[in-house]
């Protein structure tokens, strides 16, 4: 059975870190592009990064560029977001995906998606 479990989600005050994590299992990331997206209430879904199978490309908003990081470790079949300097709209639900390329990631036609972790940013 294909799954992506994210974790690493919570509570932080702004200013803060938290890193996620998505396991996957089922199949091997090495072969996808894998990323995240996130969703706060009443807004639409938002990419937030994403990153080739090669690692060679990656992608960050706007929003988060400088701020957070994707990493990718195969050996582990995880996926990473390090989130740092956290600010009260980056409160969301936070989603892992894996696709077979990276534009099908930038394009929001994922292969896979996990099924989201909470982020909430407030003092």
């Known amino acids: 059975q294909v799954q992506l479990v994210e974790s690493g989600g919570g509570l932080v005050q702004p200013g803060g870190s938290l890193r996620l994590s998505c396991a996957a299992s089922?199949?091997?990331?090495?072969?996808?592009?894998i990323g995240w997206f996130r969703q706060a209430p009443g807004k639409e879904r938002e990419g937030v990064s994403c990153i080739s199978s090669s690692g060679t490309n990656t992608y960050y908003a706007d929003s988060v560029k400088g701020r957070f990081t994707i990493s990718r470790d195969n050996a582990k079949n995880t996926i990473y977001l390090q989130m740092n300097s956290l600010k009260p709209e980056d409160t969301a639900v936070y989603y892992c995906?894996?696709?077979?390329?990276?534009?099908?990631?930038?394009?929001?036609?994922?292969?896979?998606w996990g099924q989201g972790t909470q982020v909430t940013v407030s003092s």
């Open positions: 995906v894996a696709g077979s390329s990276f534009v099908k990631i930038l394009t929001g036609r994922s292969d896979y």
């Open positions: 089922g199949f091997t990331l090495d072969a996808y592009a």
